[in-house]
């Protein structure tokens, strides 16, 4: 059984030694460039190549890749956003329940990321909205860059306009003039832990979108960031105090390379249940499982659901003073990079559970198998959401009709989190 690793572009060595390490644990053998490849870990680019029409390459059965051809559809800023209100509009022409507005029209359910535009299209819809509330502050980002790369805050229109001529581009007219960045409303109450802002790093792996199969890893990690939050308006500029990408906050004074400012999922729930107790913890989780399992149902009509692709996602949620958590982004490569040795060993084992459940047991891959991988190789990750048991369990039905409770993995009605929480469906 070979592998690919010469042909991959490696963000970093220690990504690479990484996946090499646990590809040889697991038997696997590295072969050289001239060699047949079985498995392929690639970039986003080497995806989009590969499925690109004019190549006119194909993938044979026993050949697997770790993108779906499309998955920009997600990980793009600006088209997760279009296709989550899509989904809502879906929704609402369906009558479901799920879809429910309150009496100020506001998504009782489906509230779950920030008010957002695209610029430069929606300028205008954008100014509308910026004058309802002047004094509101908003985060700007491109649309196709990660690790904090461009991002900055403004409350002004006049810091927009200085932005577009910066960006020498006269009018907000013509898409194709300049790049395209998503302007939405910034989360200015963020949840702090000694007074610092912090946001979640998490891991869902999907490996098949119809059926919509995904898996949660249980080792996420909180980011923080090094200087104490502040929302005054003196420090929009100053991104260490709003910006939690590790790519950002290394280059700080206070940034301590030890702990890398991370905490891990589990220590952020004992903190929240000896704080906040142990019902409004579940309910959180809750919550933010059911946001993920919701953004993927927004994007599974879109997606090419190809028989060979697999992908893990990293979702980034922050959670508001209100314990209400909020969808920032997806990102289609989330870093392997490790900051510190526990980052290590968490990335080493999501590799490692990652292949197991891709190809289970380090047999020759078959893009053909059903892709219900058994317990027992699950590692650290356990499912989200299986929409195939869903159904056949009728807990889709009985949960569409009751809007406001949840079902347990048994079906037993768990606690009532105020909204319906189709990811404890197992």
């Known amino acids: 059984f070979r592998i690919m690793a010469g042909k991959v572009k490696w963000v970093t060595d220690i990504e690479k030694s990484v996946l090499i390490n646990n590809f040889e644990k697991r038997g696997w053998i590295q072969v050289a460039e001239n060699e047949d490849w079985n498995f392929y870990w ?66 009782i359910y489906l509230d779950f990321v920030p008010v957002t535009f695209m610029l430069p299209a929606d300028y205008n819809l954008f100014v509308e909205e910026f004058r309802k509330n002047p004094s509101s502050t908003w985060i700007m980002k491109p649309c196709g860059k990660a690790q904090g790369k461009g991002i900055f805050l403004i409350n002004k229109l006049s810091q927009i306009k200085k932005w577009s001529r910066d960006s020498k581009t006269s009018s907000f007219v013509s898409q194709s003039s300049k790049e395209a960045y998503v302007i939405s409303l910034y989360i200015n109450n963020p949840l702090l832990i000694g007074g610092k802002k912090f946001d979640l790093r998490l891991y869902v792996l999907v490996s098949t979108y119809r059926p919509l199969r995904c898996y949660m890893y249980k080792l996420g990690f909180c980011r923080f960031c090094t200087v104490k939050y502040t929302p005054s308006t003196s420090e929009l500029d100053n991104m260490f105090v709003h910006l939690t990408n590790v790519a950002i906050q290394k280059h700080g004074d206070d940034y301590n390379h030890i702990h890398g400012g991370k905490w891990t999922v589990s220590n952020l729930r004992l903190y929240l249940e000896s704080t906040r107790g142990k019902e409004v913890t579940n309910k959180l989780f809750d919550e933010i499982h ?121 079906g037993s009605r768990a606690r009532d989190s105020g909204k319906p929480v189709l990811t404890t469906w197992k």
């Not at 080497?46 to 993108?67: A, M």
């Not at 920009?72 to 329940?97: A, C, F, H, W």
Request: with cysteine; glycine share 6%; proline share 5%.
């Open 42 to 107: 690639m970039s986003v680019q080497t995806i989009r190549n590969v499925f690109s029409v004019e190549t006119g390459y194909r993938l044979s059965d026993d050949q697997i890749v770790n993108h779906f051809p499309n998955h920009y559809e997600l990980t793009r800023k600006d088209l997760m956003v279009k296709n989550i209100k899509r989904y809502r509009k879906e929704l609402e022409k369906e009558g479901s329940p799920l879809a429910e507005k309150d009496e100020n029209g506001k998504y």
């Open 290 to 410: 059911w946001i993920i399992v919701q953004s993927l149902k927004a994007v599974a009509p879109v997606m090419n659901n190809d028989k060979h692709c697999f992908e893990c996602y990293g979702y980034d949620i922050i959670i508001d003073d209100k314990l209400k958590p909020w969808l920032i982004e997806v990102n289609a490569s989330p870093s392997l990079t490790s900051s510190t040795a526990n980052d290590r060993i968490l990335k080493y084992n999501l590799i490692n559970d990652t292949l197991n459940i891709a190809v289970p047991n380090g047999e020759i891959p078959d893009c053909k198998w059903n892709k219900s991988p058994p317990k027992e190789v699950l590692g650290n990750y356990e499912v989200l959401y299986d929409e195939e048991m869903a159904q056949s369990d009728g807990q889709d039905r009985d949960l569409r009709g009751r809007p406001g409770q949840s079902t347990g993995a048994k």
